[in-house]
């Protein structure tokens, strides 16, 4: 090709495509961007309702976000996963149970060992309080509330929603880990715990 060959230049019609095609690409990801972080953030971290007016699950907040929390939603119940020998990080136990007493609500102590379910007498202290309509709506919380929290989501889906294992723990919300691989341990539990009203049939079903 010489200096004085033509130039093959795209048509203004090509470049607008172009340009619409760029412009497409640049927007959805903004839109994913906003997407998770509302996902993610909103209106607390990890905040999740997996009954709205009757359980909800969530991460640590603090002590503005637990005030908001409680007032917003009616509170009745917090269940505190986190274990004894978390309460040496910060001041968050003193700080959660002072908040809750302040808005009318009280907090339960189920302490967990991270990645690990409840046991069969810690369910039973659970289903005991949330038996009560008085005690709801409850909250559920661990540290990032993905994990543990996950367990006691799995609980209530299957003791008050009726869903079975599968699509149980299919709906638990998890914020992107892999129980199964990650927490066969919390997995497991959602799938295979077995409800009251399996255990003993023609009892009626308790819940909301």
Known sequence: MSAYDP???PSPAFQRKISFVATSVVLIGAAFGIWHLVWQYYPFWHWHEVQPGQ???SSQLGEKELGEAIERYKLKTIFNLRDESERQFGTWYEMEHRVAREHGARVIDI???AGTPPSPEQVAKM???LDDPQNRPAMVHCYHGSIRSA???G???REYMGEDGGTAYDRTQSWGRDLSEDYPEIADFIKHYVPRRD???GEPKKGP
């Open 7 to 9: 130039v093959d230049v």
């Open 55 to 57: 359980f909800y699950r």
């Open 111 to 113: 302490p967990l060992k």
């Open 127 to 129: 289903l005991e309080i």
């Open 151 to 153: 367990a006691a989501e």
């Open 155 to 157: 609980l209530w889906r």
């Open 199 to 201: 255990r003993a049939k």
